[in-house]
């Protein structure tokens, strides 16, 4: 099918073999690329029970049909298995400069299974995969290793994806790391590729895929350009980036504080975006072709980091570090946040198991005399998980597993064992919703409703609707998940557009009918793998303090009877029985 290579490339790090395989036009208009294609493979390929870190549990890396064309949103790759951190359905996406690379080589998917005797790094071509020794890599930080195997395969233009530490140690909230301050953050991908003794994967080739339609794509793709130029959310992505959220979360009272209990910060002014383009005066970097420039390069202006440059802070960072740990000072979260980098772990994870381990220290249920806004603690516990020794081993395992060893379920904050982002369900009701029925446990970005009800949309206070308002956002970022784009261009590429793109790239007419059908066939493959690994409906829920413990300071509160109102509400939309 256009904008497809029809190919699979199967690989056995056991066996150090590869081989490719057909992938078909029927599997292929049905689900698309992506999130779609990986879903029937994780299915077909997984065993049931599988234990996430055995080797025969698989690791799936896919793109789209979108990928490495003119297309400005079309810069990402995704990874799909089943989670170390969660035992359900794991998914992650990440941007930057590789995915181009990847669709060079010609194939549309890659599953990776069995485990390397000794450390392996893998260098995927349009001419076949080689495998190399990763021994002298083994134990070098994620920036470390991006540069050492890419200089070690010697193929200009050729880009990486690699593990840090963490993955290394097989931490279940590991991430894929490439270019540098971009990661495949959520679900423990880089645990995945640790227990492979997989370090890295370089992509190089000069293979070029057919669309069906190219004239009608570059036409779409100058459109959007031009639309560009006046968009006031673009432009607020290329002024500010995300920490732009960090203002509008402390001004509505939804950034989680204080692990959970507050709603703002004191000191959110001095962690704004306004406080970084001034203070900082980051650089814009943009991903493949993108005219978003999100990125922001921040280096350190003075002070005891003076000097440290990475690409960051985004939102969520902030949120994890400056609110839910109370770290007041912008330079000390650019510092965390460099640590978690270079280890390869979840920026988000992590502030959620360091506020927990806050709570717990004071609770006196851990012996850390940790407290909030204690940098160079949080900064030696990031190190110890990564290591997963001493405490870190406990806490490692993420916020549902070092809850229930330590007696502290009630205060855990966690949908399906995945920690939360930075949207306190309290205050925005539909992210309540979205949190409790994703398919991979409390995520902001299956369904941003967030978007929605800050800008006034929806009524963020009320339950009612939130069901079709949610399954909205789900749909049309399922779609955009198998083509794969990002979703910053939400405002700009609506449900009139898909259709135009998709018929573009693969030649497929489907009007927005056919693609919710589309969307809703992912979803109830997705969900049939969730129920066969153990999840029950009893799980699309929020943690018991989200439902009982009123937000601070407004006394905002989502009750049980209006959670399962919305619950139910989505299943009966989604033609899932009780």
Known sequence: MDGFYNRLLRVDLGTQTWKAEPIGDEILSQYLGGKGLASQLLLQNAPPGVDPLAPESP????????????????????????????????????????????????????????????????????????????????????????????????????????????????????????????????????????????????????????????????????????????????????????????????????????????????HWKQISADWLVEHFKPKPKACFRCFFACGKVTTVPDGRHAGLTLEGPEYETLFAFGGLCAVDDLAEILYLNDICDRLGIDTITAGNVAGFAIEASRRGALDLKLDYGDVDGIAELLHLIARREGVGALLSQGVRAASRELGLEQLAIHVKGLEPAGYDPRALKGMGLAYAISDRGACHLRATVYKAEFAGWVDRTTAEGKADVVLDFEDRHTIYDTLIFCRFYRDMIGWDHLPTVIRGLTGLELDKAGLQALSARIANAIRAFNLREGMTPADDTLPERILTEPLQPKGETLTRAELEKMVGEYYARRGWSA
């Open 59 to 266: 690791l799936i890396l896919a793109i789209g049909p979108a990928t490495g064309t003119v297309l400005a949103p079309a810069s990402r790759y995704g990874l799909y298995g089943k989670s170390p951190q969660t035992g359900i359905f794991a998914e992650s996406y990440s941007g930057g400069h590789v995915a181009p690379q990847i669709k060079a080589t010609g194939y549309d998917a890659f599953l990776f299974q069995g485990a390397a005797e000794r450390p392996v790094f893998l260098e995927i071509s349009d001419t076949g995969v080689v495998f190399h020794d990763a021994t002298p890599y083994w134990g070098m930080d994620a920036y470390e290793a991006e540069d050492a195997l890419e200089a070690a395969v010697g193929v200009r233009g050729a880009k990486s994806i690699v593990i840090g530490p963490a993955g290394e140690n097989q931490v279940p909230f590991a991430v894929v790391a490439n270019d540098r301050g971009r990661q495949a953050g959520r679900t423990g991908m880089g645990a995945l590729m640790g227990s492979k003794r997989l370090k890295g994967i370089v992509f190089h080739g000069k293979t070029q895929g057919k669309i069906h339609d190219a004239d009608a794509i570059a036409a779409f793709d100058q459109d959007l350009r031009e639309r560009g130029k006046t968009d006031a959310g673009a432009k607020a992505y290329r002024n500010f980036g995300t920490p732009m959220v960090v203002a509008i979360a402390n001004t509505v009272g939804s950034f989680p504080s204080y692990y959970w209990s507050a709603g703002t910060v004191p």
